[in-house]
């Protein structure tokens, strides 16, 4: 691994341990050459993926793309980071998992909102409206009104 400081690439591991829910790893190293302290994280990549963009744009995937853009929409937003954090490894894994290498933008934004639906409203209507690329107030009122109707279902299912 190279030393973000220096660049050098002698370093050491000098602690490894698995995070809470073990699927990362989380390996505390240091610089042999300038004695730099820093972490790395590792986790399991079942395969490579390229996303297909709007336009027809092949780009490798970006998991930390991902996680800037999921954590933009939850910003101030009293969501716990370790939630986050498996939210996010949760759609990665689902992407990964669903049997295709290329996957479309689309298939990405639908399953970041399906999850921050049930993560947080706030953050789900932040992220739609990026997403889908609000333009008018009544952009707003749709989804709020899906939101509402959601939430009238649940509560017709607790009250039965």
């Given at each position: 691994?190279?030393?973000?400081?220096?660049?050098?690439?002698?370093?050491?591991?000098?602690?490894?341990?698995?995070?809470?829910?073990?699927?990362?790893?989380?390996?505390?190293?240091?610089?042999?050459?300038?004695?730099?302290?820093?972490?790395?994280?590792?986790?399991?990549?079942?395969?490579?993926?390229?996303?297909?963009?709007?336009?027809?744009?092949?780009?490798?995937?970006d998991r930390d793309k991902l996680?800037?853009?999921?954590?933009?929409?939850?910003?101030?937003?009293?969501?716990?980071?370790?939630?986050?954090?498996?939210?996010?490894?949760?759609?990665?894994?689902?992407?990964?998992?669903?049997?295709?290498?290329?996957?479309?933008?689309?298939?990405?934004?639908?399953?970041?909102?399906?999850?921050?639906?049930?993560?947080?409203?706030?953050?789900?209507?932040?992220?739609?409206?990026?997403?889908?690329?609000?333009?008018?107030?009544?952009?707003?009122?749709?989804?709020?009104?899906?939101?509402?109707?959601?939430?009238?279902?649940?509560?017709?299912?607790?009250?039965?």
């Amino acid at each position: 691994m190279r030393c973000p400081n220096c660049n050098s690439l002698d370093t050491q591991v000098k602690d490894s341990r698995p995070t809470e829910d073990s699927s990362v790893i989380r390996r505390r190293r240091v610089c042999i050459a300038c004695n730099f302290r820093f972490t790395t994280f590792e986790r399991v990549q079942l395969r490579e993926l390229i996303v297909i963009k709007r336009n027809g744009r092949r780009v490798p995937f970006d998991r930390d793309k991902l996680m800037r853009s999921v954590q933009i929409s939850l910003r101030k937003r009293p969501v716990d980071p370790e939630r986050v954090e498996q939210m996010v490894s949760a759609i990665v894994r689902e992407l990964e998992s669903g049997g295709e290498a290329e996957i479309s933008s689309e298939t990405i934004g639908e399953s970041v909102m399906d999850h921050l639906r049930k993560l947080d409203d706030v953050a789900y209507v932040r992220f739609a409206s990026v997403y889908r690329n609000f333009r008018e107030a009544k952009d707003f009122e749709a989804v709020l009104g899906e939101l509402s109707h959601e939430d009238e279902a649940r509560a017709a299912l607790v009250r039965k």
